[in-house]
């Protein structure tokens, strides 16, 4: 199961750039499909955006198309996600997660990335 450890949130102002990491020290992650979720307050969590390993293209959420890039290293067991034009409406707690291994297609439900990090914190202020 992988162990995932998500760092470089932090608190920045509207219009900034921010850019997550996730790295799993303990597995390969080259045939897990990553996904990047989030969670605002009060809100479900939503899947913002994912790397898939099959064909190694990547999917975002509509409303974060060109705001946000989702890549991977998977050299070094990490995943990242850069995020532009940073909004308020953003702010929130953003997860790494990853499918199980070998999960076909473009999984694209939440329940599809059972293995999650601890989250990391993103506020964005005006």
């Known amino acids: 199961q992988a162990q995932l450890v998500e760092s470089g949130g932090g608190s920045v102002q509207v219009g900034e750039s921010l850019t997550l990491s996730c790295i799993d020290s303990?597995?390969?992650?080259?045939?897990?499909?990553m996904g990047w979720l989030r969670q605002s307050k009060g809100k479900e969590r939503e899947l913002v955006a994912a790397a898939f390993w099959q064909d190694a293209s990547n999917r975002y959420a509509d409303s974060l198309k060109g705001r946000f890039t989702i890549s991977r290293d998977n050299a070094k067991n990490a995943v990242y996600l850069r995020m532009n034009k940073l909004k308020h409406e953003y702010t929130a707690v953003y997860y790494c997660?990853?499918?199980?291994?070998?999960?076909?297609?473009?999984?694209?439900?939440?329940?599809?990335?059972?293995?999650w990090g601890q989250g990391t914190k993103v506020s964005v202020s005006s």
């Open positions: 303990v597995r390969t992650l080259s045939q897990h499909t």
């Open positions: 997660a990853a499918t199980v291994p070998y999960t076909k297609g473009q999984p694209s439900r939440i329940n599809d990335y059972p293995n």
